[in-house]
């Protein structure tokens, strides 16, 4: 049996927040567990270069960076389990891309959907960063011969232009140097929105903090920002379905099954009949539960950049060797003299 090698990254802007950890990062643990049983590889990145494709001031980029590589560590990533790095440390990355911009075609690039979206009307104001930077998710994975990917739906599409531009690559050049990755769904990968806004996804770029919970909010702070999250003035009821035009609500309950690996009919059937005044000092008490051990680890690794940047660099390295046969594979079949 082939072993799994799974890559996923996420960009190093601002702190992590509860949709990171319930949606991505709690399943980037179970993963990188199961597979390190298994004999597999898992390499978790922080997507810096990504970072770039939009203005970041530049001391702001280093401290997110060293920031989010110790939220993620809190959180359960283990090095010692997963290689963890950050994009800048192994130039592989930004090589592979240039690489690969031979084989992607405009027409692919222009249907991608997360473009128009992040470039809105502005289009031609948009970094060619912005308008390319699938083609450096591509490489991303491709350059580590990536069989999984753990993608979101609005990752889906990445992962297949990541695929046909492999997939064209091979054929042109009648070699196979490339794995086509297969997607991981997680099943259990929660959706949290925003707590002033039950129709939004909660976000680090949202203007109001009090919008999300932060792994590095403390007590007091997740008290304060789930007593003021927007509600109405129904109590629960006892069926999840009745909740479907009531986004706050359901939110605030998808949270709580979340945190407690349950599902919304499990919470309601202990709170159905309650109003909020009751059920968000339950809430705020089992996220207060989970959330205090990562803050209080976050807390002591942010006080060690050096530990941190030894950890990244470490990861790095192992990332290069994982990454050279295939770059040089690459070089290869262009007929590149090096």
């Not at 999300?212 to 069926?239: F, G, W, Y």
């Not at 609500?249 to 919470?267: F, K, M, P």
């Not at 690794?301 to 594979?329: F, M, Q, W």
Request: overall charge neutral; some cysteine.
């Amino acid at each position: 049996m082939t072993h799994m090698r799974i890559v996923s990254g996420i960009q190093p802007t601002g702190n992590l927040h509860l949709g990171n950890y319930l949606g991505a990062i709690r399943n980037w643990v179970k993963m990188q567990d199961e597979n390190a049983a298994a004999g597999g590889d898992t390499l978790f990145f922080l997507a810096d270069m990504h970072a770039i494709t939009v203005y970041n001031d530049p001391a702001s980029l280093t401290a997110n960076t060293r920031e989010m590589a110790a939220a993620l560590i809190a959180a359960g990533v283990d090095p010692a389990k997963a290689v963890l790095f950050n994009q800048a440390r192994v130039p592989a990355h930004a090589e592979l891309c240039w690489l690969l911009n031979g084989t992607a075609r405009i027409g692919w690039l222009n249907r991608m959907t997360q473009f128009k979206e992040k470039s809105g009307k502005n289009r031609e104001g948009a970094s060619v960063g912005l308008f390319a930077y699938p083609v450096l998710q591509a490489a991303d994975v491709l350059l580590y011969q990536a069989t999984h990917v753990p993608v979101g739906d609005d990752q889906k599409q990445h992962l297949e232009l990541a695929r046909d531009i492999a997939a064209k690559f091979n054929t042109d050049y009648a070699r196979e140097v490339f794995t086509l990755p297969d997607p991981i769904i997680p099943p259990t990968a929660a959706r949290i929105m925003s707590l002033r806004d039950g129709s939004a996804k909660m976000s680090k770029s949202d203007s109001s903090d009090m919008a999300r919970i932060n792994l590095s909010d403390d007590a007091d702070m997740v008290a304060q920002k789930i007593r003021k999250a927007k509600t109405d003035a129904d109590p629960l009821p006892e069926d999840p379905a009745l909740l479907a035009d009531r986004p706050e609500a359901r939110n605030l309950v998808g949270i709580h099954a979340a945190l407690g690996d349950e599902t919304a009919a499990d919470v309601l059937a202990r709170h159905a009949g309650q109003g909020f005044g009751a059920f968000k000092p339950a809430l705020t008490e089992r996220l207060v539960e989970t959330l205090g051990p990562i803050r209080t680890r976050f807390e002591a690794l942010r006080a060690e950049p050096a530990e941190i940047d030894r950890i990244l660099t470490t990861g790095a390295a192992r990332a290069s060797a994982l990454a050279k046969s295939t770059l040089e594979a690459t070089y290869a079949a262009l007929g590149l003299c090096r």
